[in-house]
């Protein structure tokens, strides 16, 4: 047990608290991965260091740690995308179109409920319940006038919901069965130098372009957009590591849980079963929406649904990955999603906000 003069040191040292939240999040993948969880590496580090946030113990992790380490899950998202996917394009521009008229439902049907039943101010109810990126709704809500703590309390508790209960309905009602060892098949350390050539040009040239190309989820989409580059030009037909990725996914899963720190359980839980019903919304429209599409388009309700899921890109992504369903398709349309949401979602609120 430590003693209160040694927690008030781990306190004020931020390496301390780093590394404390580092080896919490890889001991939960561990766990996670040794019992056969969906998505081990990532859930077990996010609902460990979520409850090692909020019991109080001191963790953190510096944002440019977690990007260095995004950028592998870049590649390894853009690694799935292959010369054959020109071909499928087409097919996916009827659920695209639908998702910004599925996005103006669910946010609308969210929006009401966390102002009726949540008690939202009209701006924090507003950028709580636009399903794009945390940082970005938290900073533009928080420009316009809302609660910043509670907008990101509330799409990360979403987040934290939405992640932890896909990978296992799909395990109990999508038959997905979890890898023999304590990670995925797939490719070791020993790639051809030329791969590490490629790797190493998308995760360092790939977010300064997408730095200055101003996109969202710059350090995550530059990389993956290079890698796609590359596997559908034919350059490439390697992925990264499968340690090096379980590396990124401890990492992402330890950031998520350390957006808790520093609040108090109250608000730990009202957040919680406040996200709880906006999850619900979401994630009901998502299935009706997948198997309304699916009727229409040929696609498995259950891609159409995790492509409009209203998790992260890279949590998606990776679950997707995971659960060995249709990777470029879920990417795609989160990432059409996002760019809607931040380029849409301060113009309408200037539209519909007398009316809440």
């Known amino acids: 047990m430590l003693t209160s003069r040694q927690f008030t040191a781990i ?8 590394v404390i939240a580092i080896t919490i999040g890889t001991l939960g993948g561990l766990i996670f991965a040794a019992f056969k969880l969906p998505l081990p590496w990532m859930l077990g580090a996010m609902v460990f260091v979520t409850v090692a946030a909020v019991s109080g113990i001191p963790v953190r992790l510096p944002f440019m740690l977690r990007q260095s380490m995004v950028v592998f899950i870049g590649v390894l998202l853009g690694s799935q995308f292959t010369p054959e996917l020109i071909n499928q394009i087409g097919n996916w521009l009827i659920s695209i179109i639908a998702m ?3 996005g103006i439902i669910a946010m609308y049907l969210v929006l009401s409920y966390l102002r009726k039943l949540g008690n939202y101010d009209p701006i924090t109810a507003y950028f709580s319940a636009a399903p794009g990126g945390l940082n970005d709704m ?21 987040v934290l919901l939405v992640v932890i209960t896909i990978p296992f309905l799909f395990r109990i009602f999508g038959g997905y069965e979890a890898p023999p060892g304590l990670l995925p098949d797939g490719q070791g350390f020993d790639l051809p130098f030329r791969e590490w050539c ?5 995760v360092t040239l790939g977010p300064f372009l997408a730095k200055k190309l101003k996109l969202p989820a710059a350090f995550l989409l530059g990389s993956l957009i290079l890698t796609a580059i590359a596997h559908i030009a034919g350059w490439s037909n390697a992925s990264p590591p499968t340690g090096l990725v379980a590396a990124a996914q ?18 730990i839980i009202r957040a919680i079963k406040i996200s709880m019903g906006s999850a619900f919304i979401l994630m009901s429209t998502a299935v009706g ?14 891609v159409i649904t995790l492509a409009y899921a209203p998790g992260g890109l890279a949590e998606m992504s990776l679950i997707a990955f995971g659960i060995g369903q ?25 539209l519909i906000k007398k009316y809440f």
Request: net charge positive; charged share 15%.
């Open 326 to 350: 249709d990777v470029p398709f879920v990417a795609t349309h989160h990432l059409c999603r996002i760019g809607m949401v931040i380029l849409l979602a301060p113009l309408a609120f200037k």
């Open 198 to 202: 490629i790797i190493g040009i998308c």
């Open 11 to 18: 306190k004020n040292n931020k390496l301390a608290q780093v």
């Open 100 to 102: 910004l008229l599925y």
């Open 250 to 267: 401890v990492i992402l899963g330890t950031a998520i849980g350390c957006r808790f720190t520093g609040t108090d359980y109250g608000e």
């Open 138 to 158: 938290t900073i533009i809500g928080g420009e316009m006038g809302g609660d910043d703590r509670i907008i990101a309390l509330t799409q990360a508790s979403r």
């Open 289 to 302: 929406a997948g198997l309304f599409l699916s009727g229409i388009t040929g696609l498995p309700w259950y």
